[in-house]
Nanobody, 124 residues
Framework: VQLVESGGGLVRAGGSLRLSCVVSGFNFDDEGTIAWFRQAPGKEREGLACIVPYDRDTYYRRSVLGRFTISSDNAKKTVYLQMSDLKPEDTAVYYC?????????????????WGRGSQVTVSS
């Protein structure tokens, strides 16, 4: 399984970005899960949002609910993270992960496969 993120960059506070994760070697037609995580300098990696591409169920970390939206284009085997109203504290490396241990309202964690990450920097 390979995951390749893109779409990161520098944006001003209040702006928007859309991250993309192209996935290969992963079956979008079963109940596997894909998620977006981020890791800021000096902090632990945290799960932000996850999706079950099969039925498009989605779950979000409370701190990004309403600002971030995860979606999938199963034909393109791509998962997106639309981010709006970005804040300086959203600055981090954003990772795509697949085959999670936990994808629910309680936790988003334990990806078996990882991409290399995409830097998002939000200036004030």
């Amino acid at each position: 399984v390979q995951l390749v993120e893109s779409g990161g960059g520098l944006v001003r506070a209040g702006g928007s970005l859309r991250l993309s994760c192209v996935v290969s070697g992963f079956n979008f037609d079963d109940e596997g899960t894909i998620a977006w995580f981020r890791q800021a300098p000096g902090k632990e990696r945290e799960g932000l949002a996850c999706i079950v591409p099969y039925d498009r169920d989605t779950y979000y970390r409370r701190s990004v609910l309403g600002r971030f939206t995860i979606s999938s284009d199963n034909a393109k085997k791509t998962v997106y993270l639309q981010m709006s109203d970005l804040k300086p504290e959203d600055t981090a490396v954003y990772y795509c992960g697949a085959a999670l241990d936990y994808c629910s309202v309680y936790d988003i964690a334990g990806a078996k496969y990882w991409g290399r990450g995409s830097q998002v920097t939000v200036s004030s």
